[in-house]
C-alpha cells in the first residue's frame, strides 16, 4: 500500500482519542495530522468537502460552533462558505476525519465501518 491512513484531529477531543486507541487496538499504523498545531490542509479539505459534504463535516453539535455569533452560524450556508469558516475555525470539523486511502475518506468515527475496511 502505497498511501498511508492518515486520521486528522485534534489531540484532546474525546472522539479523536477513541479513535486512536481502536486503531492501535486493530494493529493499524496512522499518521496524525493535529489541526490546532499543523492547521487544515486546503486541498485534503477540498477533497472531504468534494466527498463527504460540508453539511457532514460541519460540527454543529460541538462548542466552537455553539460559541459562534449567530450571524456567523447563519453566514454558513454553502460549501464555499463552510470552507472559509472550517479554515478560520478547524475545530468546527467533525471529528476524526480518516484518509483511508487517496480515494477513500471517512467522517467521524464508526468502529463498525472501519472493521469492514479492515478485512
Known amino acids: 500500500m502505497t498511501h498511508s491512513i492518515t486520521l486528522y484531529g485534534i489531540p484532546n477531543c474525546d472522539t479523536v482519542k477513541k479513535a486512536?486507541?481502536?486503531?492501535?487496538?486493530?494493529?493499524?499504523?496512522?499518521?496524525?495530522?493535529?489541526?490546532?498545531?499543523?492547521?487544515?490542509?486546503?486541498?485534503?479539505?477540498?477533497?472531504?468537502?468534494?466527498?463527504?459534504?460540508?453539511?457532514?463535516?460541519?460540527?454543529?453539535?460541538?462548542?466552537?460552533?455553539?460559541?459562534?455569533?449567530?450571524?456567523?452560524?447563519?453566514?454558513?450556508?454553502?460549501?464555499?462558505?463552510?470552507r472559509a469558516l472550517?479554515?478560520?475555525q478547524p475545530s468546527v470539523i467533525k471529528r476524526p476525519v480518516v484518509e483511508w486511502s487517496a480515494t477513500d475518506m471517512t467522517v467521524g468515527f464508526d468502529a463498525a465501518g472501519w472493521q469492514a475496511r479492515l478485512k
Open 20 to 82: 486512536r486507541a481502536w486503531l492501535a487496538d486493530h494493529g493499524v499504523v496512522v499518521q496524525f495530522h493535529d489541526f490546532k498545531k499543523q492547521g487544515v490542509p486546503e486541498q485534503p479539505l477540498d477533497h472531504w468537502l468534494a466527498a463527504a459534504g460540508w453539511e457532514k463535516l460541519l460540527n454543529r453539535q460541538g462548542t466552537t460552533w455553539r460559541k459562534l455569533d449567530a450571524a456567523t452560524q447563519a453566514a454558513v450556508t454553502d460549501a464555499a462558505s463552510a
Open 86 to 88: 472550517m479554515l478560520a
